[in-house]
T-cell receptor, first 110, second 114 residues
Framework: GQSLEQPSEVTAVEGAIVQINCTYQ??????LSWYQQHDGGAPTFLSY????GLEETGRFSSFLSRSDSYGYLLLQELQMKDSASYFC???????????FGKGTRLSVIA | DAGVTQSPTHLIKTRGQHVTLRCSPI?????VSWYQQVLGQGPQFIFQ???????GRGNFPDRFSARQFPNYSSELNVNALLLGDSALYLC?????????????FGPGTRLTVT
C-alpha cells in the first residue's frame, strides 16, 4: 500500500515564499502529483513530477527526489487567493488509482 | 467546454436509506473515478470505471457500488447508509486509464446522513 505525510497546516505572509513538503511510501512509483482545493471547491490539478528535479509553472514549482521518496510544492509571491488545502498524491503504477495525502491547509495572511 | 458535472450538489438522507449520486465526465473522457472526502482529509479512492468496466476498487464495503453507462456517465450507489457515510463525494474524469496523471474533478455531492 501507499502512505503519504505532509504538514497539516502552514501559515505564510502575502508576497512571501512557502514550501509544502511531502514524503511518501509506495510499493511502486508512478509520479507525484499536487492538487489545490479551496474550501467548498473541487480539487484542481497543479503539477506532476515523474522524474527527479524541479518543474516550474508560473508562481508554482514542484520538486521530486525519488531516492528520498520526497517532494515539495513551492509557492512564490503568495497571494491571498492561494489560501487553500494542498494535497500530494501518488500511484504505484499506471493502472492503480491516485492515493492522496491528508492535505496541508495553507493560510496566507496580510 | 463543460467540466465534470455532478448531481445533486447536496443531499440529506436518513440512516438505512439508499442514495444514488451521478456524474458526467468531460466530453471525450472515458474514465471516471469516485472518491470520498471526509472533512479535513484527502480524497479516498472508491471506484474507477473505464469503458464501462470496473478497473479498480478501494477499501469500501459492498454497500458501495457503481456503474458506467455507454455515454461514460456514471452512478455511485450506497445502500444501508450509515452516519459515517456523511462526506463529500467527488467524481473525477480523465481521457484514458489511470495512466493519465491529471484528473479533472467535479464539484462534488455533499451527503449528510442523519
Amino acid at each position: 500500500g501507499q502512505s503519504l505525510e505532509q504538514p497539516s497546516e502552514v501559515t505564510a505572509v502575502e508576497g512571501a515564499i512557502v514550501q509544502i513538503n511531502c514524503t511518501y511510501q509506495t510499493s511502486g512509483f508512478y509520479g507525484l502529483s499536487w492538487y489545490q482545493q479551496h474550501d467548498g471547491g473541487a480539487p484542481t490539478f497543479l503539477s506532476y513530477n515523474a522524474l527527479d528535479g524541479l518543474e516550474e509553472t508560473g508562481r508554482f514549482s514542484s520538486f521530486l527526489s525519488r531516492s528520498d521518496s520526497y517532494g515539495y510544492l513551492l509557492l512564490q509571491e503568495l497571494q491571498m487567493k492561494d489560501s487553500a488545502s494542498y494535497f500530494c498524491a501518488v500511484r504505484d503504477n499506471s493502472d492503480t488509482p491516485l492515493v492522496f495525502g491528508k492535505g496541508t491547509r495553507l493560510s496566507v495572511i496580510a | 467546454d463543460a467540466g465534470v458535472t455532478q448531481s445533486p450538489t447536496h443531499l440529506i438522507k436518513t440512516r438505512g436509506q439508499h442514495v444514488t449520486l451521478r456524474c458526467s465526465p468531460i466530453s471525450g473522457h472515458k474514465s471516471v473515478s469516485w472518491y470520498q472526502q471526509v472533512l479535513g482529509q484527502g480524497p479516498q479512492f472508491i471506484f474507477q470505471y473505464y469503458e464501462k468496466e470496473e478497473r479498480g476498487r478501494g477499501n469500501f464495503p459492498d454497500r458501495f457500488s457503481a456503474r458506467q453507462f455507454p455515454n461514460y456517465s456514471s452512478e455511485l450507489n450506497v445502500n444501508a447508509l450509515l452516519l459515517g457515510d456523511s462526506a463529500l463525494y467527488l467524481c473525477a474524469s480523465s481521457f484514458g486509464l489511470a495512466g493519465d496523471y491529471e484528473q479533472y474533478f467535479g464539484p462534488g455531492t455533499r451527503l449528510t446522513v442523519t
